[in-house]
């Protein structure tokens, strides 16, 4: 199976800031690679997918990029609703496999 | 609107049964495969299960291998789990999702969109 390593775990940041969250895959994924969004007991939803593909509605203070095996999610200026937590996840093979999560906290 | 909502979800005891259900709307159900994923209190996100649009192929990952079926049933717009012999492992909110996908240069990249709202499945002595 194909392991999504994200960096960091956690990240406190302030409304406004520009923040990045990499995530590197055990082996190439070309651009087999999604981002979601997850806030507190609700479902996740896809923000990026094919690496850098800004999913219809998502705000385009949200990018992705990389390809292989090092990718990023960066977002240019923080708003208050950004705060959750983020996965990245490939597939590119099955079994579909997800990074561990990075939680973004309000400093 | 595009939505799945799933049922089925209760506190049961291991080594015991329990099916889920997805009820989709919005869209056309028979054109897209559908995935289970699921998430233990507090931790990450975990792909269960795959069945293609048509059900022909099905795929699982391992620790629920020989346990669990996933299935569907195009006329009803509903996808299906049946969870056999369940663990105290398997204790997790267990989420319907679409696969999404577009081809492009050769390749097809797929992406789950959307979620349902999950529902709760706790195995406890």
């Known amino acids: 199976d194909i392991q999504m390593t994200q960096s960091p775990s956690s990240l406190s940041a302030s409304v406004g800031d520009r923040i990045t969250i990499t995530c590197r895959a055990s082996q190439s994924i070309s651009a087999f690679l999604n981002w979601y969004q997850q806030k507190p007991g609700k479902a996740p939803k896809v923000l990026i997918y094919?690496?850098?593909n800004l999913q219809t509605g998502v705000p385009s203070r949200f990018s992705g990029s990389g390809s292989g095996t090092d990718f990023a999610l960066t977002i240019s200026s923080l708003q208050s609703e950004d705060f959750a937590t983020y996965y990245c996840q490939q597939s590119f093979s099955i079994p579909t496999t997800f990074g561990q999560g990075t939680r973004l906290e309000m400093k | 609107q595009v939505q799945l909502v799933e049922s089925g979800g209760g506190v049961v005891q291991p080594g015991t049964s329990l099916r889920l259900s997805c009820a989709a709307s919005?869209?056309?159900?028979?054109?897209?495969?559908f995935h289970w994923v699921r998430q233990a209190p507090g931790k990450g996100l975990e792909w269960v299960a795959l069945i293609w649009y048509d059900g022909s192929k099905k795929n699982y990952t391992e620790s629920v291998k020989g346990r669990f079926t996933i299935s569907r049933d195009n006329s009803k717009n509903t996808l299906y789990l049946q969870m056999n012999s369940l663990r105290v492992e398997d204790t997790a909110v267990y989420y319907c999702?679409?696969?999404?996908?577009?081809?492009?240069?050769?390749?097809?990249?797929?992406?789950?969109?959307?979620w349902g709202q999950g529902t709760l499945v706790t195995v406890s002595p």
């Open positions: 919005g869209f056309t159900f028979s054109s897209n495969g």
């Open positions: 094919a690496a850098s």
């Open positions: 999702v679409r696969d999404q996908g577009y081809c492009s240069g050769g390749n097809c990249y797929e992406w789950f969109d959307p």
